[in-house]
């Protein structure tokens, strides 16, 4: 069914007359039925109006909208947003998963069915003293929560091909590039690799498991493992030749970002004309002062040096603020993380510590101008939730994922994931996405946004004022 079939529904569903509905937004009752046959287009402040006069549930109104943001996107890329939309909410799901439980197989010849695979795939993997490389597909759950449980055993290692296919038929490369983000917290990176890159018509069978002695080549229903070292060491060289040496990157540890031209680096997008940023903490680097990009610069560096970098940063985030269209959505305790626990993006615990109660005060009048000027949203966790340890950052050219470690007090380490990715059609279709966040009214009204922030900064300034009025 159709957006403008459905909107009829609705409005028949209550026994409303079209022509009572109509003048609700403004429109005469024919120009309704062109609505309903999809001959004429409704703007997004008319159906809010209809959608707030005919009192529809959560449900309907969500599935009104998706059947309106389909028409306007189109439906392949409405999928891909709704991918997205959809994996991101789940996401703390994902940090659950436990070993599962796996049948012994007594030949490891020949595989079949899904559990085999998986019992061949824990023996090989709890047999291996050193380094584990794969390509498994996240579409075999049971056997990326096996991997994810070897992957948080200290002194396992294990390399991750990511198959992205990036073709027009769905979102399995979203999938695929989501299903990474667990691991990159416990810091293992994948590699992404297109598939068209991949010659995978060499291999039997399109995914592998590579140890030290053992070679197992499987697809989701069958397989065959191979016990032979020099097989597997031919086979793991053929591998690093054909596919690492194309792959590009998913996540890295960030070097030491201490150093105040660190910020000026990441934050640096020739051409770029727009910056979305969301996330469950604030990144405040572009709202900082000369005092603040003092405080935070590496101590040991020379004092000419410290200044001219702090003076750099400084006038490059002017720049950029003038220059590019910053839009930052926060989780809705986005404000008390960076209040509490000085957790904010692009700086280590021990630096954002420094914060003292006069600059987190600071932003948070920044920001809550910028929400005045419709270039800060708080989420509505009603509609969407976003994880506790994801920071995503999109330009015009590439778009990163990023994410702080909320249950290390330190936090030291900026982040425990980072990735980078340059695909366009990824890059489209994140774009979309934080359009369909906004458009869609998955962030809080302005003036709810703003009472959250006058409270916050209340609360704020009498904690200031009282800690001046102590004794010394």
Known sequence: MKFGEYLEECIKKRGIPVGTAASQIGINRGNLYSVFSGKRK???????????????????????????????????????????????????????AQKPDVASVNDFKNLSGEEEILAAADYIIANSSGEITSNYSCRLEKLDDLFFYYVQKEGFRFRHLVYLPFDLKGTQDLENLFSCVRFMQERCFPYLVEVSSLKANTLVYPYFIVSEKYVMVFDEASGTVIESESFAETFLGKINGMFFEKAERVGDVPGDILEIKDLYNKSFVPGSDFRFEFGSYPCVAPYGDKKFFSDIAVDSMPEDLKNELVNICYDHYQRMLLNVDIVHILAYDAIDKMIEKRVVDELPGDYCKLMNEEQVLHFLQIILEKIKEDKVF????????????????????????????????????????????????????????????????????????????????????????NNKNKPL
């Open 378 to 465: 708080i989420l509505d966790e009603r509609c969407f939730h976003i994880s506790d340890n994801l920071f995503i950052e999109i330009n015009s050219v590439f778009f990163t994922l990023s994410g702080t470690d909320l249950s290390d007090e330190n936090f030291m380490i900026p982040q425990s994931f980072y990735a980078v990715i340059h695909n366009k059609m990824l890059i489209s279709a994140f774009r979309n996405f934080f359009d369909y966040i906004l458009r869609s009214q998955k962030t809080l009204p302005k003036e709810v946004a703003i009472g959250h922030l006058e409270n916050r900064i209340a609360q704020m300034k009498a904690k200031v004022e």
């Open 42 to 96: 409704i703007s997004e402040k008319s159906l809010s109006r209809l959608v707030s006069f005919l009192e529809l549930s959560n449900t309907e109104t969500e599935k009104l909208y998706n059947k309106y943001f389909e028409l306007e996107y189109g439906k392949n890329e409405f999928k891909r947003v709704r991918c997205i939309f959809d994996i991101l909410n789940k996401m703390p799901d994902y940090y659950e």
